[in-house]
């Protein structure tokens, strides 16, 4: 059973690009949460998502972010007209059903650089 | 709005040496969890604590969640260089629908 899968592990973009993220949860698990960590920093809570439903979106900037999880396939993390701020790592985290009342487990991120 | 806070933000401590790093957190909770990240690295689960007065040990550290003052401690024993990493306190709470809040984080750096 392979873990959390998270790709690209390093993604370079210029201001301006797109940056696509994507997480592949433990097989089985159908709740996936996003959390961004800058430089020096704890993590910070994006998104948290049920397969096809975004069920608290309260940590996700108001522009430019979005995330999905549809019926099949990964969940994408998506950043429109990257930033130099925007440069973090990106981690997602799944589990087989609510936190509270499961253990969730997290990938390996992904590095995002904006220059 | 549920906040957490560590402290020390940066441990620097000799091997063999005790010491507590101290999570406090802003508002009754659920569950109190603790990761260690090494640099690049995921975050690993060390410990989950649910109840007030809850104490959960493994190797060197050991954990222990006051709900009553709102505040977990990660004691660490007899410090080994293998235990450097940054370590980080996560509280989740109901009300903050199934995420979790981290603290801060602590980087502890073990010297001989």
């Known amino acids: 059973n392979a873990g959390v899968m998270q790709n690209p592990r390093h993604l370079v973009r210029r201001r301006g690009q797109e940056a696509r993220l994507r997480c592949s949860p433990m097989k089985g698990h159908s709740h996936v949460y996003w959390y961004r960590q800058l430089p020096e920093e704890g993590l910070k809570f994006m998104v948290y998502?049920?397969?096809?439903?975004?069920?608290?979106e309260s940590g996700m900037p108001k522009e430019r972010f979005s995330a999905e999880f549809p019926k099949e396939g990964p969940s994408i993390l998506r950043i429109q007209q990257v930033v130099r701020g925007d440069s973090a790592a990106y981690f997602c985290?799944?589990?087989?059903?609510?936190?509270?009342?499961?253990?969730?487990?997290f990938g390996q991120g992904t590095r995002l650089t904006v220059v | 709005e549920l906040k957490v806070e560590q402290n020390p933000l940066f441990l620097s401590m000799q091997e063999g040496k005790n010491y507590t790093i101290y999570c406090n957190y802003s508002t009754t909770s659920d569950r109190l969890y603790w990761y260690r990240q090494d640099p690049g690295k995921s975050l690993e689960s060390l410990f989950v604590l649910l109840s007030n007065g809850a104490v959960k040990q493994e190797g060197r550290l050991m954990a222990s969640l006051d709900t009553k003052a709102r505040l977990s401690t990660l004691h660490i024993t007899a410090a080994v260089h293998d235990l450097s990493a940054t370590y980080f306190c996560a509280v989740g709470r109901k009300q903050e629908t199934d995420k979790l809040i981290f603290g801060t984080g602590t980087r502890l750096q073990v010297f001989p």
């Open positions: 998502l049920q397969k096809e439903n975004i069920i608290d």
């Open positions: 985290a799944s589990s087989p059903g609510p936190w509270q009342n499961t253990e969730a487990f």
